[in-house]
């Protein structure tokens, strides 16, 4: 309870008062818009890690449902639901935090792929999952913005683990939820610039799930150090917190209670006992220490399209 309190407080504190003063004189609404474009920005989940193709990462499932490895899902994708085929501009990259939204991912979507070469080099070149053509602006029509971040900020805080930070090349805890808070609200604030997205945005956003199943550990990669569980708990709290302060055109996606049991202690959710508490779970969504697999990008794909449904009807 410690450190879920103190998360919230600095949530419902600090962090939602900023990212309200810096968002309040940016942010529009529009009612029901139809999209032109869906624009992906992240880390390596944004980017896709895990999955087997393209077309069953959780962004491009969003646009265009894969029918041959979900035909339940025929129908409920954008384009389907916009009777539409809607582009999609991705510059989203693996091992990226909040910061990397504002002074890389940002000025890349107006880049093409050998000025992001040649301005960022070909290293991070080469972790960027590179789609579409870049925007010149303004930006005509509506625009969808699917952005999968933070995650990565969220397990720097965590620590403790050296194997673990080795393993996802992780540099020392140096980014609070305030000012992961204040990055997001950032990208807000230029996504909401009429200058530039005349036509408006709808913002999708998500931060992290629970590897450990809700138990804080696990015996393969969460072996030591703070409880996860309740850092994630007050993270996502905390992020939910500061997404309702940065006004009507973003919208949180909790992907957490949708991964409950299918994360590295799934196993042990495949009992009755536990099938009864966690409905559907005993089945495995990761592909490796956090990112997903085809499954898990499929449960992230319906955690978006249920809130996607909420504003567009």
């Known amino acids: 309870m410690g450190t879920i309190g103190v998360l919230r407080r600095t949530a419902l504190g600090v962090l939602a008062t900023a990212c ?26 944004g980017a896709g890690a895990g999955a087997s193709k393209t077309a069953l990462m959780w962004p491009m499932l969003l646009v265009a449902n894969e029918s041959t490895a979900y035909p339940n899902q025929v129908g409920q994708d954008l384009n389907s639901k916009f009777r539409k085929r809607l582009p999609v501009i991705s510059r989203a990259f693996g091992g990226a935090v909040t910061q990397n939204i504002v002074d890389t991912e ?3 979507l107006s880049m093409n792929s050998d000025q992001i070469t040649q301005r960022y ?14 925007l010149h602006y303004p930006v005509r029509g509506h625009s969808i913005v699917l952005m999968s971040i933070s995650g990565n900020d969220c397990l720097m805080n965590w620590g403790n683990n050296v194997s673990l930070s080795s393993a996802l090349a992780l540099p020392p805890a140096q980014s609070s939820m305030t000012m992961a808070g204040l990055n997001v609200a950032s990208a807000v604030a230029f996504f909401n610039n009429r200058a530039l997205f005349p ?14 199943d809700g138990l804080g550990h696990d015996m393969l990669y969460f072996k030591s150090g703070q409880n996860l569980t309740a850092l994630v708990q007050g993270w996502n709290a905390g992020m939910s917190a500061g997404a309702s302060a940065m006004g009507n055109s973003m919208h949180f996606v909790n992907l957490a209670p949708s991964f409950m049991g299918h994360a590295h202690n799934y196993y042990l959710f ?13 089945t495995y969504w990761m592909y490796d220490i956090v990112h997903p697999n085809d499954a898990g990008h499929d449960a992230i794909r319906k955690a978006y399209w249920a809130k996607m449904r909420e504003i567009f009807p």
């Open 270 to 282: 495949t009992n009755a006992r536990a099938q009864k508490r966690f409905p559907g779970s005993g």
């Open 121 to 134: 080099g070909s290293e991070l070149r080469s972790y960027m999952t590179y789609m579409g053509e870049p």
């Open 20 to 45: 309200s003063l810096l968002i309040s004189a940016a942010s529009y609404a529009q009612s029901s818009p139809t999209p032109e474009r869906v624009i992906v920005l992240g880390d390596s989940v």
């Open 106 to 108: 940002l000025p890349a």
């Open 199 to 212: 036509d408006g945005v709808s913002i999708f956003w998500s931060a992290v799930y629970d590897p450990t």
